[in-house]
Nanobody, 125 residues
Framework: QVRLAESGGGSVQAGGSLRLSCVVSGYTKSTNCMAWFRQAPGKEREGVAM????????WYGDSAKGRFTIAQDNSKNRLYLQMNNLRPEDTAMYYCAAGTCGDYDLLRPNQYNSWGQGTQVTVSS
C-alpha cells in the first residue's frame, strides 16, 4: 500500500511562492502516476498537476499552468509542487495522490487510490 505524507504548506501573501513536498513509501507495481490535488471549503476536489512515474511526462490543470511545476525525485521518494505567483484563489488544502492512470482524464480523482492527509495553503491579498 502506498503511503503519502505532505508538508510545506503555510500562509503567504499574493505573489509569493511555496514548495510542497510529499514523501512516498510503499510503491506498488501498478503505481504509474502521482499528482497534486486541492480542495477549498465548499468546492470539489480539483486536480492541479500530475506526473507519470516512468518517463516523467506531466499534465497541469488550467489554474496551475505557467505558475506551478510538479517534479519527482525518485532517489528520495519525494514528489514536489513548486507554486509561484500565488493568488488568493489558490487557498485550499493540497493533497498528494498516487494511482494507476490510463491515457485520459489524468487529473480525475478516481484515477488515484492513495491519498495523503493534506497540507493547508493560505494566500492573502
Amino acid at each position: 500500500q502506498v503511503r503519502l505524507a505532505e508538508s510545506g504548506g503555510g500562509s503567504v501573501q499574493a505573489g509569493g511562492s511555496l514548495r510542497l513536498s510529499c514523501v512516498v513509501s510503499g510503491y506498488t507495481k501498478s503505481t504509474n502516476c502521482m499528482a497534486w490535488f486541492r480542495q477549498a471549503p465548499g468546492k470539489e476536489r480539483e486536480g492541479v498537476a500530475m506526473i507519470r512515474t516512468i518517463g516523467g511526462s506531466t499534465w497541469y490543470g488550467d489554474s496551475a499552468k505557467g505558475r506551478f511545476t510538479i517534479a519527482q525525485d525518485n532517489s528520495k521518494n519525494r514528489l514536489y509542487l513548486q507554486m509561484n505567483n500565488l493568488r488568493p484563489e489558490d487557498t485550499a488544502m493540497y493533497y498528494c495522490a498516487a494511482g494507476t492512470c490510463g491515457d485520459y482524464d489524468l487529473l480525475r480523482p478516481n484515477q488515484y487510490n492513495s491519498w495523503g492527509q493534506g497540507t493547508q495553503v493560505t494566500v492573502s491579498s
